[in-house]
């Protein structure tokens, strides 16, 4: 099994930055696992926004948030960041953490392509 914690959310007003992390934990976690973020807003589906690749080497961005977040990763503290700059209203949303443990699916930006899964953090974005 997988545990996948993450932290990092709250309350802030358009154009401030927050930096979430997801730390991984359990025997079946690797760090070859392609790591991924995303959201749900109220009523709406959970949609991708973020994935990286085990090297760090590729990364991944929905189109709504590239060049506004950055995902990273420490192999060593088995913890991915996403770091959100310029937030706007419609990033309110409940962000997820997951992980495709090897073999690696090629779906890295849909919810299928994730074996584990975080509870979330609530990030809530004010005009």
């Known amino acids: 099994q997988v545990q996948l914690v993450e932290s990092g959310g709250g309350l802030v007003q358009a154009g401030a930055s927050l930096r979430l992390s997801c730390t991984a934990s359990?025997?079946?976690?690797?760090?070859?696992?392609?790591m991924g973020w995303f959201r749900q807003a109220p009523e709406k589906e959970r949609e991708f926004v973020a994935a990286?690749?085990?090297?760090?080497?590729?990364?991944y961005y929905a189109n709504s948030v590239k060049g506004r977040f950055t995902v990273s990763r420490d192999n060593a503290k088995n913890t991915v960041y996403l770091q959100m700059n310029s937030l706007k209203p419609e990033d309110t949303a409940v962000y997820y953490c997951?992980?495709?443990?090897?073999?690696?699916?090629?779906?890295?930006?849909?919810?299928?392509?994730?074996?584990?899964w975080g509870q979330g953090t609530q990030v809530t974005v004010s005009s």
């Open positions: 990286i690749s085990w090297t760090g080497a590729n990364t």
């Open positions: 997951a992980a495709d443990v090897p073999p690696i699916s090629t779906s890295r930006t849909t919810m299928q392509g994730y074996d584990y």
């Open positions: 359990g025997r079946s976690f690797s760090v070859y696992a392609m």
